[in-house]
C-alpha cells in the first residue's frame, strides 16, 4: 500500500513565524502535490511537482513556496504565516503517466493554526 | 468558472437505502477523468472509483458504482445499501488532458449522513 506521511497532525504558529509542513511518500511517485482544504470551498492545489527540483504553481500559490530536493519529499513552506492561512493541509502524491486513471493518494492531513 | 459543482452541501439517508450523490463537471477536453474520493471525520482522503471519458461502460466497485452521463456532463456517485460507516464527506474530481502530471481539479464536496 501506498503511504503518505505528513510530519505533523496538528500545528499551531504564530504570524509573522515561516512554518514548514513536510511529507513523505514511500512508493517512488513522480508526482507530488500540496493542497489546502477549506469549508465548502473543497480541495484547492498550492503547488505541486513532477520531478526532483521541478515546482509548478497551483490555484492558490501566494504566501506559500515549495522544495523537493529528493523524489520522496516535498516540503511546504509558509514564508511569514498570516491568520488567513489556518487550514487543513493535504499532501498526495501519484505516478506519472498520461490518460492515467491513477488516483492520487493523501497523507493523513495538518491542521494548522495561525494565532 | 467552477470546473466541479456539487450541489448538495448535505444529505441525510436512513440505512440500508441507496443514495446518489450529484457531480457535474465542464471541460472542452475531450479526454479527462472523474474521480471520487471518501473523506471520513479522521481526514484521511479515500479513492473510491474512476471513470474516464472513454470508456464504454459505467464504473463500478463493490457497492459503489458511478452514474456517467457525458452528454449531460455529470457523474454521479451511487452508493447501494448504505451503512453507517458511509458517514463522511464525499469529493467529485476531475483530471484534465493527457498530462502525465495527473493534476486534479476537487468540487466542494457533499457531507453524507446515514441515519440509523
Known amino acids: 500500500d501506498v503511504k503518505v506521511t505528513q510530519s505533523s497532525r496538528y500545528l499551531v504558529k504564530r504570524t509573522g513565524e515561516k512554518v514548514f509542513l513536510e511529507c513523505v511518500q514511500d512508493?517512488?511517485?513522480?508526482?507530488m502535490f500540496w493542497y489546502r482544504q477549506d469549508p465548502g470551498l473543497g480541495l484547492r492545489l498550492i503547488y505541486f511537482?513532477?520531478?526532483?527540483?521541478?515546482?509548478e504553481k497551483g490555484d492558490i500559490p501566494e504566501g506559500y513556496s515549495v522544495s523537493r530536493e529528493k523524489k520522496e519529499r516535498f516540503s511546504l513552506i509558509l514564508e511569514s504565516a498570516s491568520t488567513n492561512q489556518t487550514s487543513m493541509y493535504l499532501c498526495?502524491?501519484?505516478?506519472?503517466?498520461?490518460?492515467?486513471?491513477?488516483?492520487?493518494?493523501f497523507g493523513d492531513g495538518t491542521r494548522l493554526s495561525i494565532l | 468558472a467552477q470546473k466541479i459543482t456539487q450541489t448538495q452541501p448535505g444529505m441525510f439517508v436512513q440505512e440500508k437505502e441507496a443514495v446518489t450523490l450529484d457531480c457535474t463537471y465542464d471541460?472542452?477536453?475531450?479526454?479527462?477523468?472523474l474521480f471520487w474520493y471518501k473523506q471520513p471525520s479522521s481526514g484521511e482522503m479515500i479513492f473510491l472509483i474512476y471513470?474516464?471519458?472513454?470508456?464504454?461502460q459505467n464504473a463500478t466497485e463493490g457497492r459503489y458504482s458511478l452514474n456517467f452521463q457525458k452528454a449531460r456532463k455529470s457523474a454521479n456517485l451511487v452508493i447501494s445499501a448504505s451503512q453507517l460507516g458511509d458517514s463522511a464527506m464525499y469529493f467529485c474530481?476531475?483530471?484534465?488532458?493527457?498530462?502525465?502530471?495527473?493534476?486534479?481539479?476537487f468540487g466542494q464536496g457533499t457531507r453524507l449522513t446515514i441515519n440509523p
Open positions: 498526495a502524491s501519484s505516478l506519472f503517466r498520461r490518460y492515467s486513471n491513477q488516483p492520487q493518494h
Open positions: 512508493m517512488d511517485h513522480e508526482n
Open positions: 511537482s513532477y520531478d526532483v527540483k521541478m515546482k
Open positions: 471541460t472542452s477536453d475531450p479526454s479527462y477523468g
Open positions: 471513470q474516464g471519458s472513454y470508456d464504454q
Open positions: 474530481a476531475m483530471r484534465e488532458g493527457r498530462q502525465g502530471a495527473q493534476k486534479l481539479v
